[in-house]
């Protein structure tokens, strides 16, 4: 009868983990850390190695490890800890690993590349917080590298070719069928209808391509 109980007890709290030596108490999820400005410091320079990122950003990164730090350690002053990410994105902007400008001139080619118009990397752009001057002069570094006079007429030939809409479909009848379709993918990117309309109504791949080097 002993033996039985034994072996209903076992069932109940399931098999041993063949890898902990018996008698160990499994280990508990250690929960976040006392903040301190080195560890955010830290925290900001690694995020940086992975990620280009505007100054907005990374505060608000570095706010968030401050919020789940008070929150698992009472004694943590929110106030004092703000003043810390100052202090971080201060000396990160002397030592030039945080910078605006730079940022916003290599994410708007990166967007502009993969075929965004001028009003969407500006709505990236600023929804990462990078001020006016600093989008404006963006925009103008995408105009001086664009394959073309107009810059969005580039930018939706691009977004064209990755998704394969109007001449890039190749039957006429797949055209027709997918037009408003297609028309609807640009104007989510942002384009004009004036762009949008010169892209899908090109003759051809061709077509497409002297428009965009004659710019339109």
Known sequence: MAKRQGTAEQTTRGPR???????????????????????LENAAVFYLQR???????VRRVLE?????????????D??????????VLA????????????HAETRAGALHRRGDSRRAIAARLRADGVDRADIAAALDGVAAEAAGPDPDLVAAATLARRRRLGPYRGDAAARAAHRQRDLAALARKGFPARIALAVLDAADVEALEAL???GG
Do not use: N, Y
Request: no cysteine.
């Open 91 to 102: 000396r990160l902007q002397r030592a030039g690993l945080l910078d605006d400008a730079r």
């Open 64 to 76: 968030r490890r401050v919020e789940r730090s008070a929150r698992a350690h009472p004694e943590v």
């Open 212 to 214: 965009v080097t004659d």
């Open 17 to 39: 983990d063949p890898e902990r030596p018996a008698g160990d108490a499994p280990r508990r999820p250690r929960g976040p850390r006392k903040v301190t400005p080195r560890a």
């Open 78 to 87: 929110r106030t004092e800890a703000a003043g810390w990410i100052e202090d």
């Open 51 to 57: 990620f280009s990122a505007s100054t907005a950003r």
